[in-house]
């Protein structure tokens, strides 16, 4: 899978009492993480975990490895130890696995894929349907998953490619009918130009998929399986403290965790909030975050995985180790 309003400004309180680090409560493990993008508000819920001590509670020393354009293959650097966890699609899990790893998912924080086609009002694409005929503005690799959907859906592969890159531009200028975008990526910028948008998710489209699963090598589940409990647990908790107050992690991002970057804060708070929902189901609400529908996987996401010519897809029970999340939720 592809990589990725309202400026409200936080009482100095309320943000002191939201950033306070409890002293450490047990002797840390270092764990390192490598996320697939910079350093922004995608990764909230490590920020806020590290800032508010929960990691340290949890006796655990996050240390969060940067991703974007120039970083090698996720899945190299964790199979290369250089990473303890990593963050990906779960497909390209699924092909390292198919290629000789061992890796082990055990939980997933996009409930909902935040990948989707956007359109202008004159010409909206609300439906799968709608992209049949349309001239498609994708970024290089793309292609596969508009197939796929064409596929799942049951209609022909025509349309036109516009090779596109990750500015919408294209879109407004007339180059493209529809743009594949990021939901808390390109709507927010045209959003912020007051460029009218309609946004059809993937999920809305027929592609179902969980996105920016955690996983690790089975040896290191095996070795170190309390400590990746402690470690979910405690990431549950931040970013169920995020949902709470998005504006507490876009600060954090743009003072603290992502400095350097230049980002401005009132984008991070767009993001932030864009994302929430994304991460939030049924099934958060009743098991937790980041939980994982074994069945959806085996059922609708495998049939849309085979839909882009993936047939070795491993048993279910074998990809996703579901008791780190079920002790995680056991722990106070």
């Given at each position: 899978?592809?990589?990725?309003?309202?400026?409200?400004?936080?009482?100095?309180?309320?943000?002191?009492?939201?950033?306070?680090?409890?002293?450490?409560?047990?002797?840390?493990?270092?764990?390192?993480?490598?996320?697939?993008?910079?350093?922004?508000?995608?990764?909230?819920?490590?920020?806020?975990?590290?800032?508010?001590?929960?990691?340290?509670?949890?006796?655990?020393?996050?240390?969060?490895?940067?991703?974007?354009?120039?970083?090698?293959?996720?899945?190299?650097?964790?199979?290369?130890?250089?990473?303890?966890?990593?963050?990906?699609?779960?497909?390209?899990?699924?092909?390292?696995?198919?290629?000789?790893?061992?890796?082990?998912?055990?939980?997933?924080?996009?409930?909902?894929?935040?990948?989707?086609?956007?359109?202008?009002?004159?010409?909206?694409?609300?439906?799968?349907?709608?992209?049949?005929?349309?001239?498609?503005?994708?970024?290089?690799g793309a292609k596969i998953y508009i197939d796929a959907i064409l596929r799942v859906n049951h209609l022909p592969l025509t349309y036109?490619?516009?090779?596109?890159?990750?500015?919408?531009?294209?879109?407004?200028?007339?180059?493209?009918?529809?743009?594949?975008?990021?939901?808390?990526?390109?709507?927010?910028?045209?959003?912020?130009?007051?460029?009218?948008?309609?946004?059809?998710?993937?999920?809305?489209?027929?592609?179902?998929?969980?996105?920016?699963?955690?996983?690790?090598?089975?040896?290191?589940?095996?070795?170190?399986?309390?400590?990746?409990?402690?470690?979910?647990?405690?990431?549950?908790h931040g970013w169920a403290t995020n949902a709470q107050n998005p504006l507490v992690a876009a600060h954090l991002t743009t003072t603290?965790?992502?400095?350097?970057?230049?980002?401005?804060?009132?984008?991070?708070?767009?993001?932030?909030?864009?994302?929430?929902?994304?991460?939030?189901?049924?099934?958060?609400?009743?098991?937790?975050?980041?939980?994982?529908?074994?069945?959806?996987?085996?059922?609708?996401?495998?049939?849309?995985?085979?839909?882009?010519?993936?047939?070795?897809?491993?048993?279910?029970?074998?990809?996703?180790?579901?008791?780190?999340?079920?002790?995680?939720?056991?722990?106070?």
């Amino acid at each position: 899978m592809i990589d990725r309003r309202l400026f409200i400004t936080a009482g100095s309180a309320a943000l002191g009492a939201a950033l306070a680090t409890p002293a450490p409560a047990r002797a840390a493990t270092t764990v390192t993480t490598q996320i697939q993008w910079i350093k922004d508000v995608q990764s909230a819920g490590w920020w806020i975990a590290d800032s508010n001590g929960y990691f340290r509670d949890a006796g655990i020393d996050s240390n969060v490895l940067a991703g974007g354009p120039g970083v090698a293959n996720i899945e190299s650097i964790v199979a290369a130890g250089r990473a303890d966890i990593g963050i990906d699609q779960l497909e390209r899990v699924i092909d390292a696995n198919n290629q000789g790893e061992d890796f082990v998912i055990f939980a997933a924080i996009y409930q909902h894929n935040p990948v989707a086609m956007m359109s202008l009002p004159a010409h909206p694409i609300h439906t799968a349907k709608d992209l049949v005929g349309k001239r498609l503005g994708l970024q290089e690799g793309a292609k596969i998953y508009i197939d796929a959907i064409l596929r799942v859906n049951h209609l022909p592969l025509t349309y036109t490619e516009v090779v596109v890159g990750f500015d919408p531009e294209p879109l407004v200028e007339g180059a493209c009918d529809a743009y594949l975008c990021f939901v808390t990526n390109q709507p927010l910028m045209l959003e912020a130009r007051h460029v009218p948008v309609v946004v059809a998710t993937f999920d809305e489209l027929g592609y179902s998929s969980y996105t920016d699963c955690l996983f690790c090598t089975r040896d290191y589940l095996t070795k170190n399986r309390d400590t990746v409990v402690r470690y979910v647990r405690a990431l549950q908790h931040g970013w169920a403290t995020n949902a709470q107050n998005p504006l507490v992690a876009a600060h954090l991002t743009t003072t603290v965790y992502g400095a350097a970057l230049g980002l401005d804060e009132a984008h991070e708070i767009a993001l932030n909030r864009a994302q929430i929902p994304l991460m939030e189901s049924a099934l958060t609400r009743a098991h937790g975050r980041m939980w994982i529908d074994t069945q959806r996987v085996a059922g609708p996401i495998y049939t849309t995985l085979r839909a882009t010519g993936r047939t070795n897809l491993p048993p279910v029970d074998r990809l996703i180790d579901m008791s780190i999340l079920r002790d995680a939720a056991r722990q106070p």
